[in-house]
């Protein structure tokens, strides 16, 4: 079995920033607002560049992901339970006036018995009448779902916390950048001091080892379709 998919986002959410304009100056020692601006526009590039790198969306947004699911021709696969992945993740269990349904080939599947959802994963399993994972049939499926976390400016935020702070060091990194010679890479005063900066070969994507480890465990799996 093999499959294709298309996200579209039915209603996205009002804020994508992964940290705070009052967290990072209070971890940078800024108590004015004369950086304000400066900080304002990094915020959203550093936001950008950790989705980027977990090739991942982490704000919360309603979504409709239609999957053309194939049989390989191959036998053996087909008696294979096979788990789909969504492209967003984690999904929000439905409550309220959050809605999860999957229409597979025309008819709404019960989510009490046709399926089951690891919603930290975003990974979908096929059950048969026992409730046994079973292979997914050849067709269309749609799935509309939420998916994504609550945001640091969110009531209720629950993105995890390494994240926001992999996204305040680069924040912290391309702040420090700005008045000096990205060129530099080392800086030594005799018998005072020796001071040494990351540089763009330093970096992964524009990263730090350190923001990179952070992010390491909330990378996006690579999906075979």
Known sequence: MSYRSILT????ATNRLLTQLSTVKTLMGLSDTTQDAKLNLLIPSASAAAENFCNR????????????????GIPWQAQQPKSIQLRRFPVVPAAGPIVLTLTENGTVLDPASDFEIDYDVGQITRLDAAGYPRSWPTGQLTVVYTAGYLLPADGGRNLPQEIEDAVIDITRARFNAINRDPALKSVSVPDVA??????GADMVEGISDYA???LDNYRAPVVAR
Do not use: C, I, P, W
């Not at 969306?57 to 194939?70: C, G, H, I, M, V």
């Not at 020796?194 to 540089?199: L, M, R």
């Open 9 to 12: 986002v039915t209603s996205a």
């Open 57 to 72: 969306t982490f704000a919360r947004d309603a979504l409709s992901e239609k999957f053309q699911l194939n049989f390989d």
């Open 194 to 199: 020796t001071e040494t900066y990351f540089s």
């Open 212 to 214: 990179k480890a952070l």
